[in-house]
């Protein structure tokens, strides 16, 4: 009988690791259709909520849409998806979903106008009824910013006679161009904080509202040598942490820049030391205080997609475990959005990219998986 017992006591954290395994699904089948850069959020019924961009290409393929799903609380299946914004004639690309702290959905995407990224125009919708699916927008606008000190920011960073400081000069440049890519991040004070960033430039940016998503104001942008699509934590004592994609030159990191006025100016970027091949990561602080990141763990190729986590708020990430690998390379798992469910599961989407097609995978799991 005691041995029993102790055989038993052995294989209980065994067992126990295994029934904390995410749970790994796709929200539709793969399929040759681009569907590409997913946001999930969680409605305030518990619902989950997805949406991605799908057509026949990105920037240069007009038929390009933003389609959504829906997974209502409780159940074990996605609903059909369904078209969740279109301009005709243009590609609307890298959405961004968010629900305030007043139970407003935002949907944030991209319409590129001439197709080239450096073209592109930040559309917005705010829905307040979401019982009904698809959502009724209340309020619609562009995302209209006039970067604050852009100028002398890059003429400090690249000189008086760079490219860069070209662009900057040029008003039509400088205030087209920005679009997003992770989740909006809301202080205390009731501020949404919209992290974007441009092609055209390189640099991050953030777009600022203190009125609920009805106005904009701009940060000055975050430069650096080629960090974009900020993700955006903040520390306990204030200070907002941006995590960017690494688009320049070797060695390829993870880009950080920090602000210390709710997000109205920013340092210049430096590499940290998780690899980045040049691809989306995000952040997010968890209810217990410890950090996340959802990132490529590589320098070079996109067939590794890893969950750090960090106890001393980014100064080092300790643990890091694997949502998605392929063996032979061939495979892109890329682009991940993550969120913690109101019961404490951590919820990612990203991409997944196979020789056979592309779809938009779900990943959800415990923080206790992460140790």
């Known amino acids: 009988m005691r041995l029993c017992t102790a055989l038993a006591a052995l ?41 991605w961009f799908h057509g026949s290409g990105e920037r240069q393929a007009d038929d390009v849409v933003v389609e959504a799903a829906r997974l209502p609380k409780g159940a074990k299946q996605w609903e059909k998806r369904f078209q969740l914004a279109d301009t005709p004639g243009f590609p609307d690309t890298n959405p961004v979903m968010f629900v ?30 979401l019982k009904k699916f698809p959502p009724k927008w209340d309020f619609a606008d562009n995302v209209l910013l006039i970067p604050k000190n852009i100028v002398p920011k890059t003429q400090a960073m690249f000189g008086a006679e760079s490219k860069q400081m070209t662009r900057a000069s040029d008003k039509y440049f400088s205030r087209l161009g920005w679009f997003g890519r ?117 320098e070079s190729g996109r067939y590794s997609l890893a969950v750090a986590t960090s106890d001393d708020e980014g100064a080092t990430w300790k643990l890091k475990r694997h949502l ?29 990219f196979e020789p056979e097609g592309k779809a938009i995978k779900h990943v959800q799991f415990k923080e206790d998986w992460l140790k």
């Not at 040598?225 to 390829?252: C, E, F």
């Open 100 to 129: 305030d702290s007043t139970k407003r959905l935002y949907l944030f995407y991209a319409t590129i106008l001439a197709n080239e990224w450096h073209t592109a125009l930040v559309k917005y919708r705010i829905a307040t009824d």
């Open 11 to 51: 294989c209980l954290p065994a067992l126990t690791l295994l029934a904390q395994e995410p749970k790994q699904e796709l929200i539709f089948p793969i399929e040759k259709w681009h569907n590409h850069s997913s946001s999930i959020v969680e409605l305030p019924n518990g619902d989950l909520f997805v949406c």
């Open 182 to 298: 992770t989740h909006p991040l809301e202080l205390k004070s009731g501020r949404i904080l919209l992290p974007l960033y441009s092609d055209g430039y390189s640099y991050g940016i953030v777009a600022i509202s203190d009125d609920r998503g009805i106005t904009w104001t701009s940060s000055e942008p975050i430069v650096g040598r080629g960090n974009i699509q900020p993700s955006l934590v903040q520390k306990k004592d204030g200070t907002i942490v941006a995590y960017m994609r690494d688009n320049g030159p070797p060695p390829k990191r993870i880009h950080m820049a920090t602000s210390k006025d709710d997000g109205v100016s920013w340092t210049d970027a430096v590499d940290i030391d998780l690899p980045n091949p040049g691809v989306s990561v995000e952040a997010l602080k968890l209810k217990s205080g410890t950090w996340l990141m959802v990132y490529n763990d590589l």
């Open 324 to 352: 998605d690998r392929s063996d032979n390379k061939r495979n892109a798992y890329h682009y991940p959005s993550v969120i913690q469910a109101h019961d404490g599961t951590i919820h990612v989407t990203y991409s997944l």
